[in-house]
């Protein structure tokens, strides 16, 4: 069946340098979401890249989609405390389909 | 602000419970969805509902049941609960409307089975 993978699983940074997190599917995707967990909290949509190649950004957080719609990923740049959390690609094959979620890249800032 | 709603923060049930967990939104989407959630392992979903009175397994249904008799309401019934169904479960929705289609989650039930 379909699978998103996503690495690392886990990511320690200095606060101010920059982190990349990767999602790869075994198919080619409809679209891919971002979500944020913050620590005890519930995951929260960030965004939804859907057309080959899309580069969106959001203040210091730059998500790729890839040519082939089967990658993607998210760059924080210069990570502050409020980073901290854990970062899930999500993608479909299908437009309505349920999302595929990868399992997390959980980042820690060291102070 | 548009909202889904778990009814308990925290739940422990004895081993053979029958157990309800409740999800309430208030935002008319027409998707629900309950996952689970487990160190190392991600969100698994276990049921999800595109309409009311529909419902689809996911990729864990087993030991669950769902029911979804009004359009903002999904629960998730745990008929004789174990303890390996201890998790974080997240129900979440969805508007097939629209651009974004990112699904809202509520705040989760943690539930402990003993």
């Known amino acids: 069946g379909q699978q998103v993978m996503q690495i690392p699983q886990y990511q320690h940074v200095q606060e101010g340098e920059d982190f990349t997190t990767y999602c790869n599917s075994s198919?080619?995707?409809?679209?891919i979401q971002w979500y944020k967990q913050r620590p005890g909290g519930h995951p929260v949509f960030l965004i939804q890249?859907?057309?080959?190649?899309e580069v969106k950004k959001q203040k210091r957080l730059t998500f790729q989609f890839g040519e082939a719609k089967k990658n993607s990923s998210l760059h924080i740049t210069a990570t502050q405390t409020t980073d901290v959390g854990t970062y899930f690609c999500?993608?479909?094959?299908?437009?309505?389909?349920?999302?595929?979620f990868g399992k997390g890249t959980r980042l820690h800032i060291l102070p | 602000d548009v909202k889904v709603t778990q009814s308990s923060r925290y739940l422990v049930k004895r081993t053979g419970e029958k157990v309800f967990l409740e999800c309430v939104q208030d935002m008319d989407h027409e998707n629900m969805f309950w996952y689970r959630q487990d160190p190392g392992l991600g969100l698994r979903l276990i049921y999800f509902s595109y309409d009311v009175k529909m419902k689809e397994k996911g990729d864990i249904p087993e030991g669950y049941s769902v029911s979804r008799e009004k359009k903002e309401r999904f629960s998730l019934i745990l008929e004789s609960a174990s303890t390996n169904q201890t998790s974080m479960y997240l129900c979440?929705?969805?508007?097939?409307?629209?651009?974004?289609?990112?699904?809202?989650f509520g705040s989760g039930t943690r539930l402990t089975v003993v």
């Open positions: 979440a929705s969805r508007n097939v409307q629209g651009a974004r289609r990112g699904y809202t």
């Open positions: 890249l859907v057309k080959s190649g």
């Open positions: 999500a993608g479909s094959k299908n437009r309505d389909d349920k999302i595929i």
């Open positions: 198919t080619t995707l409809s679209n």
